[in-house]
């Protein structure tokens, strides 16, 4: 059926590519009347570019007569406006005192009285003359402004002439890359009328040709029936003699094991095909770093869903991996650090307590050993919210391998400075010095080494803290932080300020605890 209609779908094809061969043959003709009609566009251009050049300058003919007119014009009514005065001065009022003395003379003398009548006509003449005069010089105002607005009009028709001769210039050339268009126009219109033609023939062709292909694929059809039913009564009679063949698992591992080797290869990094299919596995790629909120509940959601997956299968689960071991790790040591905190400040201070002999001053010393490391943690928090590109930035938590390692280096190194500062003093004040005098003698005899073994530890860690490895370069953050803080302001500044502030009650030490210590030897010879 999928054939009959492909080659019915054909068929119309080829009819259509007809239709469309005979279509672009009329094309072709309206193409080449078109072509035709702009090579007669161009022949007449150039009658039209000639006579715009007669139109600019006849133009520039009649706007030069008519500026002429409107001098001319003006002339004249500046010669009737100086007429009218001489009429009305010196003619009109002559003639009427001449009318008086004539009309007077001609009461005394009736041979005047000739004379008398052409004085009247002469004074009636003289004012037809002021009248028409008069009009004249309007006519010739009114006159002489239509002329300048002509000659304005003739400039402006000058100019319009002009611009348009100029333009016309080019006229030909677009009408010759129009006719230019034209002619590749109607020759790829009587391409595409032979491509249509070629097109037409070969559906038509092809029409044809898969006749038999429709009815080998009917003989085909009929075998494939016969072959599927064949099929499905087998797969019946399967299911019939092992109903649970397809809902087995080892159907599926069967699958996947005979799949080809590419994709036999890409399962195999999710069941263990090699040893029959007896471990799966899921990777997860968090979207988190190490020891971050987002990374260790993601950790506890990924054990909660092993666990329920567990319950419901009956499967031994779990979460496996570096980042897991880590999780697991930081838990361990995160759980135990503030019981090592507590037995190490306790054992410190029960040393210091049975060195020194004076409890205010072990406390004092265990205290400041404690904030050495409060503040050596606290640079490092700080150090988060540094971008990757900046020195000791880049590292969004503090290890818990390192974080260890920081408190008990640092716990220990800061004891020994202390031990070393603290038992000069005890040296000097069990000789029956006072507490400033021992503070002081301390401090001279112990000041140098303890500034220059602290700056031997700190060329050390500092080469610790440029490693780009996180753990190792906080740890040599920290201790260097811990170490330089500790050997100027702590061991230099605020343990003899606090010594000083106690006064002598910092060498007290209670009388059950004197008579229970034993004494060690301090004292150098």
């Known amino acids: 059926g ?24 009329r094309a072709g003709e309206g193409a080449a009347q078109i072509s035709a009609g702009i090579e007669e566009a161009a022949a007449g251009a150039d009658r039209a570019i000639e006579a715009l050049g007669r139109l600019d300058s006849g133009s520039g003919r009649l706007a030069e007569g008519q500026r002429r007119a409107a001098l001319g014009a003006r002339a004249l009514r500046d010669e009737l406006s100086a007429l009218m005065p001489v009429i009305r001065q010196a003619g009109l009022a002559r003639a ?11 009461k005394t003398d009736p041979g005047l009285a000739g004379a008398a009548r052409e004085a009247e006509q002469l004074v009636e003449a003289l004012a037809l003359a002021r009248n028409q005069a008069q009009r004249a010089r309007s006519t010739s105002v009114r006159l002489r402004d239509g002329q300048v607005d002509l000659a304005e009009g003739g400039a402006e028709l000058h100019r319009g002439a002009a611009r348009l001769d100029r333009e016309a210039e080019s006229l030909p050339a677009g009408l010759q890359q129009l006719g230019d268009g034209a002619a590749q126009l109607a020759d790829g219109i009587e391409k595409l009328t032979d491509g249509a033609d070629a097109l037409s023939r070969n559906l038509a062709a092809g029409a044809e040709a898969s006749r038999p292909l429709q009815r080998g694929i009917n003989r085909a059809g009929t075998r494939v029936t016969t072959s599927a039913t064949r099929l ?6 399967l299911r019939r003699s092992s ?11 069967s699958a996947l ?8 290869r890409r399962a195999g990094e999710v069941i263990d095909l090699a040893h029959g299919g007896q471990a799966a596995q899921m990777l997860i790629v968090p979207r988190f770093t190490f020891n971050t909120p987002g990374s260790e509940a993601l950790y506890e959601r990924l054990q909660a869903d092993a666990a329920q997956l567990a319950a419901d299968s009956g499967l031994r689960t779990g979460v496996t991996g570096g980042p897991a071991q880590l999780a697991d790790y930081t838990d361990a040591i995160s759980s135990r650090v503030p019981l090592v905190i507590v037995a190490i400040t306790l054992a410190t201070f029960l040393v210091l307590l049975l060195v020194l002999r004076a409890l205010p001053l072990a406390a004092i010393a265990v205290g400041l050993n404690l904030l050495t490391v409060a503040v050596a943690f606290g640079v490092l928090t700080l150090l988060f919210n540094l971008p990757a590109s900046w020195p000791l930035g880049g590292h969004s938590y503090v290890d818990a391998i390192g974080a260890a390692g920081i408190f008990g280096i640092v716990f220990g190194l800061s004891i020994d400075y202390a031990v070393f500062l603290l038992s000069r003093m005890r ?4 000789a029956g010095a006072s507490n400033e005098e021992a503070i002081e003698f301390g401090l001279r005899r112990t000041a140098r080494v303890i500034t220059g073994a602290a700056a031997i530890m700190v060329a050390v860690f500092v080469a610790f803290a440029a490693a780009p490895i996180a753990t190792v370069s906080q740890l040599g953050t920290g201790l260097t932080v811990a170490v330089v803080l500790d050997a100027t302001v702590v061991r230099i500044v605020l343990l003899p300020a606090l010594m000083l502030i106690v ?11 004197e008579r229970v210590l034993p004494k060690i030897g301090l004292h150098a010879s």
């Open 96 to 106: 009427r005192r001449l009318r008086s003395r004539l009309d007077a003379a001609a």
């Open 232 to 237: 499905s009564d087998q797969i019946g009679d």
């Open 257 to 264: 094991d005979g799949a080809p080797p590419e994709q036999r």
């Open 2 to 25: 999928g054939v009959g209609r492909l080659r019915d779908g054909i068929s119309q094809a080829a009819a259509g590519a007809g239709l469309l061969a005979t279509g672009s043959g």
């Open 427 to 430: 040296e000097r004040h069990d």
């Open 243 to 253: 109903p649970r063949l397809f809902d087995s698992a080892y159907f599926v591992l």
């Open 503 to 513: 006064g002598e009650r910092v060498w007290w030490l209670p009388r059950s605890l």
